[in-house]
């Protein structure tokens, strides 16, 4: 079946650099995207969201890019800091206001100081 | 405003037992959403309650069963407990009928002995 994919399972980056967390999607009918992160023992926490007719949308240190001709989702977090390391999933929706999110497996993004 | 709370936190099960984990809404949202996560993985959608009503169903065999109250809070049923079942069980809350934005609780860590 189609599903939300990430391309890379861990991400190590230094204090202060800018971070790229890359995700795929294979569900054309697509039309709602999220980014969360979870941190060690918690539930996913809602960073930023975007719709099919945007390709970009800017947030708190954070900025999500959609390239809905690749199926591409990206989140971008500036000037990362130690708070930053967990896990981020990208999820989906496929709209109809009746289904439930369909999740990848995760990017475990490591700070390094 | 109180975020989305779930109990219990952690519980311990033996084949073949029954369970049920019970979650609370934000405040003013309407919409109970459970996922399973397994470790390592991310969260699957078992199903969605909207006016106490199953709305729509993942991949869950019918051991998985729920309800949801009057007052929007809901439980997660789930007889004939597995090994497999171990799992952190997430609730997340969204309001009326567009479920894009879900809001998770910390989870119920379910271990299955």
């Known amino acids: 079946g189609e599903s939300v994919g990430l391309h890379l399972p861990t991400l190590s980056v230094q204090e202060g650099d800018n971070s790229i967390i890359n995700c795929a999607y294979s569900n054309s009918a697509s039309d709602y995207f999220i980014w969360y992160k979870q941190e060690s023992g918690k539930g996913p926490q809602f960073i930023i969201d975007i719709r099919s007719n945007m390709d970009k949308r800017q947030g708190q240190r954070v900025t999500v890019l959609l390239n809905k001709t690749v199926k591409h989702l990206s989140l971008q977090i500036a000037a990362t800091q130690p708070g930053d390391s967990a896990v981020y999933f990208c999820a989906e929706n496929s709209g109809g206001g009746a289904d439930g999110l369909t999740f990848g497996k995760g990017t475990h993004l490591i700070i390094q100081p | ?113």
């Open chain 2, 1 to 113: 405003d109180a975020g989305v709370t779930q109990s219990p936190t952690h519980l311990i099960k033996t084949r073949g037992q029954q369970v049920t984990l019970r979650c609370s809404p934000k405040s003013g949202h309407d919409t109970v959403s459970w996922y399973q996560q397994a470790l390592g993985q991310g969260p699957q959608f078992i199903f969605q309650y909207y006016e106490e009503e199953e709305r729509q169903r993942g991949n869950f065999p019918d051991r998985f069963s729920g309800h949801q109250f009057p007052n929007y809070s809901s439980e997660l049923n789930v007889n004939a407990l597995l090994l497999g079942d171990s799992a952190l069980y997430l609730c997340a809350s969204s309001l009326g009928r567009n479920t894009d934005t879900q809001y998770f609780g910390p989870g119920t860590r379910l271990t299955v002995l």
